[in-house]
């Protein structure tokens, strides 16, 4: 049994250590992520914006590349030092998209994903108590993102009506919001695809504010029935105090009757 139970604290020893060292991995990597974040976003909305020549976009490659490398680095590490990989692993599916997708070329399109998830992650812990900045935050990211990958598909097809960044982005305003007025829509599949992104994306922000405003309400309402029911304490133990001095009077003036 001492055998058994030495064994025990052991590994729970261990998978505590391995849990701390994981917080400590992810504090440390928050920053360091939302810079690669930063450079791939804006790396990509130069190769897509500015049409650079073929020495630009090799610089443009590299720093995309080594984004990605960065990426790779900190889901691998995480992946080694959690508890319970496979559990991490299922959880983290969107982070493994992350490594993988740039390998695929057929599939960079889909950097739509990237973009989004990383900066989601690396910035909205530190802004999501606040609803409007959080909300109006990933609004923007989603619409100037899927502009840019719908404008990189359709914006060079003949039989395209999303042909400039401007309509790419009315068009993702009016997707987003559910509008769709019509007057541009994708003609590809890759296209259609990142409209669907698109939708979802805009429904999950909605979602968030929701449940968000929703907690904030929930925990205002029990706010104030805690305050509610300390008031209502303090008063009966007021009313008590008063009792049992007007009880205490009462016996010291039957004594004095008495006498």
Known sequence: MDTADTTSNRRRASAVGRHDSLAWWERRAEWPLVAMAILFLTAYSVQ???DPGSTMNTVLDVAIFMSWAVFAIDYIVRLAITPD???WF???LADLAIVVLPMLRPLRLLRLLILITVLQKALGGAIRGRVVIYTAASATLLIYVASLA???TEGGLPDATITSFGEALWWSMTTV???GYGDYAPVTTTGRVIAGLLMLGGISVIGVVTATIASWIVQRVADDDEANAAATSAEIQTLRTEVA???R???RHREAAEV
Do not use: P
């Open 48 to 50: 897509v914006l500015a």
């Open 85 to 87: 990989r496979w559990s």
């Open 90 to 92: 299922w959880r983290h």
């Open 150 to 152: 719908i404008y990189e």
């Open 177 to 179: 919001t559910t509008v």
């Open 245 to 247: 001095e007007l009880r």
């Open 249 to 251: 009077d009462l016996a």
